[in-house]
């Protein structure tokens, strides 16, 4: 059953020129430039793939068994924020809480994946930003994508704290609508990296 909320605490739905709610909007200028600062990422770290003067190389480290396990806990968490949405958007705050909270730990199982592929490459590989061009453009890449991952984490948790602090129900669907988009974009850009640079760059 949903929550009940006076009428002091309901959300007021904006009339924009657009349709579309100014933060909703702001959100997706945001996601717009994170998309082309990813793109310089992706790009800088194809234009000096394969000129480091020194190893190791991306064939020498690279685990896909191990990222293909992170890439489908990531697509997974991307399944229960869709379900989490929906369930706000019917005013089921409960199971509202559980997919959000599902969709938190898994992101942060992501996040472990990569500290632990991190930890591998550094000590048995001997791999860092500093050791080649390789090294450098990798870890800022994908350091930048963790950076993103644990910023959405915490959006989602702060959500599922704000439920217990509040009532919450399909009235404020907005605020998670705007915490979907910016984890889904999250999950794409990864998508992506995973695609050019562990599966067709390696091959």
């Known amino acids: 059953m949903a929550q009940r909320v006076t009428a002091t605490e309901s959300v007021h739905q904006e009339v924009t020129s657009t349709g579309i709610d100014h933060r909703k909007m702001l959100v997706w200028l945001f996601l717009a430039s994170d998309c082309m600062f990813f793109g310089s990422l992706i790009v800088t770290y194809l234009i000096y793939a394969g000129k480091s003067v020194v190893g190791p190389t ?19 968490s991307s399944f229960m924020m869709v379900l989490a949405y929906n369930a706000i958007s019917h005013g089921r705050v409960k199971a509202f809480r559980i997919w959000l909270l599902g969709t938190a730990i898994l992101g942060a199982t992501f996040l472990g994946f ?20 390789f090294g450098s453009t990798f870890f800022t890449l994908t350091g930048f994508h963790g950076a993103h991952v644990t910023i959405g984490v ?6 599922i704290g704000i439920s217990f602090k509040r009532d919450l129900t399909k ?14 974009f999250v999950d794409i850009v990864w998508i992506v990296i995973f695609t050019l640079i562990y599966l067709i760059g390696v091959s």
């Open 154 to 159: 915490i959006w989602l948790l702060s959500l």
């Open 58 to 76: 991306p064939t020498d480290v690279f685990s896909i068994p191990v990222t293909s396990a992170s890439t489908f806990v990531l697509l997974i």
């Open 171 to 184: 009235d404020h669907a907005l605020n998670v609508d705007m915490a979907a988009l910016y984890w889904h």
């Open 114 to 133: 990569q500290v632990f592929e991190f930890y591998e490459f550094s000590q048995h590989y001997h791999l860092t930003p500093r050791t080649n061009l």
